[in-house]
């Protein structure tokens, strides 16, 4: 990069200078503790990054309404939920269908059907009610915690760097720093899969850089940071509360289900190519959009 446009990258280096700092409180309490805090440690994990962005923006006399609260067209939103269904689905049945991991967990049923009082349902009906009341209803749940990191993430860092970079370089770079971000806890933590760590790492890793694809393409494209909210929402809530509890461990099944196995994120990569070779509409759209209405901001 050229020193003439040094200066236009000091709110990015500022923004993660400050999500460093916020986030290494939560890290200490997660790791030393050995505790989540009642899931409290983790949220305020996740809303560190939100809170960087919001004060990065405040530094350099941006108003937080520059972060993209708009809501954009509703089709850009309704695909954000889907999407994430799509790739969970599509990886889950390749497991399934290869013995990888089993359909379906018995315990796991069993537990929702005393949870939620329904003794008298088959197991044929349990799973596809709680398929849908946890679509629904706990999206808003997800929403909570996952609008922490993309006031960040896709509300500050993606637009930011869609100022200077390309399309592929903005994903890249931003699912690099968004996987690092998690280490930390996945190396020193209890977030992982249970594999040896660098086979957790390689996935994750794979897995981020590949998702990051879709959220940048759809955060570029709808000018919104709710389709980032969405769809780190509808990821978290299909693969870590749907999908992987209803799977049965066959012996090995942690190696391939989840974030930490090997085959979400080669699913995902598929996706990442089918938004990259998407890149095409992003021209002469959002980027110039965010470049020239961040740069209104800062007058």
Same mark, same amino acid.
């Given at each position: 990069?050229?020193?003439?446009?040094?200066?236009?990258?000091?709110?990015?280096?500022?923004?993660?200078?400050?999500?460093? =700092?916020?986030?290494?409180?939560?890290?200490?309490?997660?790791?030393?503790?050995?505790?989540?805090?009642?899931? +409290?440690?983790? !949220?305020? $994990?996740?809303?560190?990054?939100?809170? =960087? &962005?919001?004060?990065?923006?405040?530094?350099?006399?941006? !108003?937080?309404?520059? +972060?993209?609260?708009?809501?954009?067209?509703?089709?850009?939103?309704?695909? %954000?939920?889907?999407?994430?269904?799509?790739?969970?689905?599509?990886?889950? $049945?390749?497991?399934?269908?290869?013995?990888?991991?089993?359909?379906?967990?018995?315990?796991?049923?069993? &537990? *929702?059907?005393?949870?939620?009082?329904?003794?008298?349902? %088959?197991?044929?009906?349990?799973?596809?009610?709680?398929?849908?009341?946890?679509?629904?209803?706990?999206?808003?749940?997800?929403?909570? !915690?996952? $609008? &922490?990191?993309?006031? &960040?993430?896709?509300?500050?860092?993606?637009?930011?760097?869609?100022?200077?970079?390309?399309?592929?370089?903005?994903?890249?770079?931003?699912?690099?720093?968004?996987?690092?971000?998690?280490?930390?806890?996945?190396?020193?933590?209890? @977030?992982?899969?249970?594999?040896?760590?660098? @086979?957790? $790492?390689?996935?994750?890793?794979? +897995?981020?850089?590949?998702? %990051?694809?879709?959220?940048?393409?759809?955060?570029?494209?709808?000018?919104?940071?709710? !389709?980032?909210?969405?769809?780190?929402?509808?990821?978290?809530?299909?693969?870590?509360?749907?999908?992987?509890? *209803?799977?049965?461990?066959?012996?090995?099944?942690?190696?391939?289900?989840?974030?930490?196995?090997?085959?979400?994120?080669?699913?995902? *990569?598929?996706?990442?190519?089918?938004?990259?070779?998407?890149?095409?509409?992003?021209?002469?759209?959002?980027?110039?959009?965010? =470049?020239?209405? %961040?740069?209104?901001?800062?007058?």
């Amino acid at each position: 990069m050229s020193s003439n446009q040094a200066p236009g990258i000091r709110p990015i280096l500022t923004y993660l200078g400050i999500t460093l =700092a916020l986030s290494s409180i939560f890290y200490c309490l997660i790791i030393f503790t050995k505790q989540g805090g009642f899931g +409290l440690y983790v !949220t305020g $994990l996740m809303w560190c990054p939100g809170a =960087a &962005g919001m004060i990065t923006a405040r530094i350099y006399g941006r !108003t937080i309404a520059s +972060l993209g609260w708009e809501w954009g067209m509703w089709k850009y939103q309704l695909w %954000s939920y889907l999407v994430p269904i799509l790739y969970a689905l599509a990886a889950y $049945l390749i497991i399934w269908v290869a013995g990888w991991g089993g359909f379906y967990n018995h315990e796991f049923v069993k &537990g *929702l059907s005393e949870s939620f009082g329904w003794g008298g349902l %088959s197991d044929a009906l349990i799973i596809p009610f709680y398929f849908v009341l946890a679509g629904i209803y706990g999206m808003a749940q997800s929403m909570a !915690t996952a $609008l &922490g990191e993309e006031i &960040g993430w896709r509300g500050f860092l993606v637009p930011e760097l869609a100022k200077h970079l390309s399309y592929t370089k903005t994903a890249l770079l931003s699912g690099v720093i968004w996987a690092m971000w998690h280490f930390p806890i996945l190396i020193f933590g209890d @977030y992982n899969g249970g594999t040896p760590i660098w @086979y957790s $790492l390689s996935c994750f890793l794979v +897995l981020v850089l590949g998702i %990051s694809f879709v959220f940048a393409w759809f955060r570029l494209r709808s000018g919104s940071l709710w !389709t980032g909210v969405i769809l780190h929402a509808s990821h978290n809530l299909f693969v870590q509360r749907i999908f992987t509890p *209803l799977t049965s461990d066959t012996g090995n099944t942690k190696y391939f289900i989840d974030e930490f196995g090997i085959v979400l994120p080669v699913v995902c *990569l598929f996706f990442a190519l089918y938004f990259w070779r998407r890149r095409g509409e992003l021209k002469n759209n959002s980027i110039i959009y965010f =470049a020239s209405s %961040s740069f209104e901001h800062e007058k």
